[in-house]
C-alpha cells in the first residue's frame, strides 16, 4: 500500500542525522520533518489535473494537521492520515 512505503519514508526523514550544526540547548536542535499528500490515479481521480489538485489538497490537511504527517484519500473517498503519532 502506498501510504505504508510514503509514511516509512516519513520516518527515515524524521529520524535520520541530516549533520545539521547542534545549538547549544538540545531543545533547539535543527529537525528535519515532511507532510505528504498522496493521490491515487484511477481510484477515485481519472485526469492528471485532479490527480495535483487531490495531492495538493492532502498535502494541505497534513500540514493542518500539525505536519510531519502522510494524508491520502483511499478508494471509496475515505481519507487515511498517518503520523509519528500512530507509528
Known amino acids: 500500500c502506498a501510504i505504508k512505503l510514503v509514511e516509512r519514508v516519513r520516518q527515515r526523514i524524521e529520524t535520520h542525522d541530516f549533520g545539521l550544526p547542534k545549538a547549544p540547548d538540545a531543545a533547539h536542535n535543527p529537525k528535519v ?3 505528504i499528500g498522496i493521490a491515487v490515479f484511477g481510484a477515485d481521480v481519472e485526469d492528471s489535473e485532479n490527480l495535483v489538485r487531490v495531492a495538493d489538497e492532502n498535502l494541505y490537511h497534513a ?8 494524508v491520502a484519500d483511499t478508494p471509496g473517498g475515505e481519507e487515511s492520515r498517518a503520523s509519528n503519532k500512530a507509528a
Open 33 to 35: 520533518t515532511v507532510s
Open 63 to 70: 500540514k493542518q494537521d500539525g505536519r510531519n504527517r502522510v
